[in-house]
């Protein structure tokens, strides 16, 4: 942690992330065996992850770019000018300029664990937009993060588009909106009037979340196998991909999809010189997606802390984005 506070990545001297190591390690060793998604995102899963918000099955990247693109005067008349958009993640290079030519806003903070992709979208934001200031942070948005000096005298606005909230276990997700309202500084009287625009998937017919999850060009199939790769390589593993296959299911008590990664036979195999075998049918599980009613979506907002304003849909209601106040 530097002196501002600023979360950094703890790194191996052979450059592997300790954290990976050590999390996928934990992982293999319990029962079921599980993997955090957010080991997914190396530079080819990353690359992965872009090409499945263009493949025709996936449609929360689509559905969320419309709203973003219909409803620019609303955001105007209910954020205001003139302030701090803080993104939790890097910018997409489609939806954040939606929202910035939206709110005009006084600047532009970028929030991101990974400082290559940080650099790259911030840059491109400060091409698109000469006028605004753009400060990235390099940080681990799940804890608090202290603001660049530039911005403290300017009310926020945190913006984390495509439910990646979706992606955690309510707890954590709490937790997390919870951080949020203090990298915000609504606990600091600067940021009472904090607000935040979060997108949130939403609970549809179990066909159409499964295709999402599982589309026919084995677009996200490769996306769950790329992390098997990236063990192998990082991690000095020899998980045989070819037994793995790709499974994305519906766990409609939990209302998430689950993706797993499931043996085709009975495998042994190590990783970092620690040894683990699956059986037949064992399976890694790799990612949760929650989606969300109305209702539950308000109700992890409330308990984070936030209390909603207002809720946008697409036209055919698969997606959600919710503006709420600290
Ligand atoms: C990043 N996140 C919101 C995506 C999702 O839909 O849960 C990740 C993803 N996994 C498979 N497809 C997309």
């Given at each position: 942690?530097?002196?501002?506070?600023?979360?950094?990545?703890?790194?191996?001297?052979?450059?592997?992330?300790?954290?990976?190591?050590?999390?996928?390690?934990?992982?293999?060793?319990?029962?079921?065996?599980?993997?955090?998604?957010?080991?997914?995102?190396?530079?080819?899963?990353?690359?992965?992850?872009?090409?499945?918000?263009?493949?025709?099955?996936?449609?929360?990247?689509?559905?969320?770019?419309?709203?973003?693109?219909?409803?620019?005067?609303?955001?105007?008349?209910?954020?205001?000018?003139?302030?701090?958009?803080?993104?939790?993640?890097?910018?997409?290079?489609?939806?954040?300029?939606?929202?910035?030519?939206?709110?005009?806003?006084?600047?532009?903070?970028?929030?991101?664990?990974?400082?290559?992709?940080?650099?790259?979208?911030?840059?491109?934001?400060?091409?698109?937009?000469?006028?605004?200031?753009?400060?990235?942070?390099?940080?681990?948005?799940?804890?608090?993060?202290?603001?660049?000096?530039?911005?403290?005298?300017?009310?926020?606005?945190?913006?984390?588009?495509?439910?990646?909230?979706?992606?955690?276990?309510?707890?954590?997700?709490?937790?997390?909106?919870?951080?949020?309202?203090?990298?915000?500084?609504?606990?600091?009287?600067?940021?009472?009037?904090?607000?935040?625009?979060?997108?949130?998937?939403?609970?549809?017919?179990?066909?159409?979340?499964?295709?999402?999850?599982?589309d026919?060009d084995g677009v996200t199939g490769a996306?769950?196998?790329?992390?098997?790769?990236?063990?192998?390589?990082?991690?000095?593993?020899?998980?045989?991909?070819?037994?793995?296959?790709?499974?994305?299911?519906?766990?409609?008590?939990?209302?998430?999809?689950?993706?797993?990664?499931?043996?085709?036979?009975?495998?042994?195999?190590?990783?970092?010189?620690?040894?683990?075998?699956?059986?037949?049918?064992?399976?890694?599980?790799?990612?949760?997606?929650?989606?969300?009613?109305?209702?539950?979506?308000?109700?992890?907002?409330?308990?984070?802390?936030?209390?909603?304003?207002?809720?946008?849909?697409?036209?055919?209601?698969?997606?959600?984005?919710?503006?709420?106040?600290?």
């Amino acid at each position: 942690t530097t002196e501002k506070g600023i979360a950094l990545v703890e790194r191996d001297k052979d450059g592997v992330d300790k954290a990976f190591r050590q999390d996928v390690l934990a992982g293999l060793r319990q029962q079921p065996k599980a993997i955090p998604a957010r080991w997914f995102y190396d530079e080819e899963g990353s690359r992965l992850f872009e090409k499945i918000t263009q493949v025709e099955e996936y449609y929360p990247t689509r559905a969320e770019t419309e709203i973003l693109t219909a409803r620019g005067a609303e955001f105007a008349k209910l954020i205001g000018p003139g302030r701090a958009v803080v993104e939790f993640g890097s910018g997409s290079s489609v939806k954040t300029p939606l929202l910035l030519e939206a709110i005009a806003p006084a600047a532009y903070v970028p929030l991101d664990i990974s400082g290559d992709f940080l650099r790259e979208s911030a840059a491109g934001l400060a091409q698109k937009f000469p006028g605004l200031p753009v400060h990235p942070v390099e940080a681990d948005f799940m804890r608090r993060v202290t603001l660049p000096e530039a911005v403290e005298p300017l009310a926020r606005l945190g913006f984390f588009p495509g439910s990646t909230i979706g992606n955690m276990v309510p707890r954590t997700a709490v937790d997390l909106l919870r951080s949020m309202r203090a990298t915000l500084g609504a606990d600091e009287g600067v940021g009472d009037s904090a607000m935040l625009l979060i997108g949130m998937d939403l609970v549809k017919d179990r066909k159409v979340l499964e295709a999402a999850y599982d589309d026919a060009d084995g677009v996200t199939g490769a996306f769950n196998k790329n992390l098997v790769t990236r063990i192998n390589r990082e991690l000095d593993g020899t998980i045989p991909a070819d037994a793995l296959t790709h499974d994305a299911v519906w766990n409609d008590r939990l209302a998430r999809i689950e993706m797993h990664l499931t043996a085709t036979r009975d495998i042994d195999f190590t990783v970092s010189g620690e040894s683990f075998a699956m059986k037949q049918g064992d399976s890694i599980h790799t990612e949760n997606s929650h989606k969300f009613t109305r209702r539950s979506a308000n109700m992890l907002l409330l308990a984070g802390g936030w209390t909603p304003v207002k809720r946008w849909t697409d036209s055919a209601k698969r997606f959600s984005l919710i503006l709420a106040r600290a």
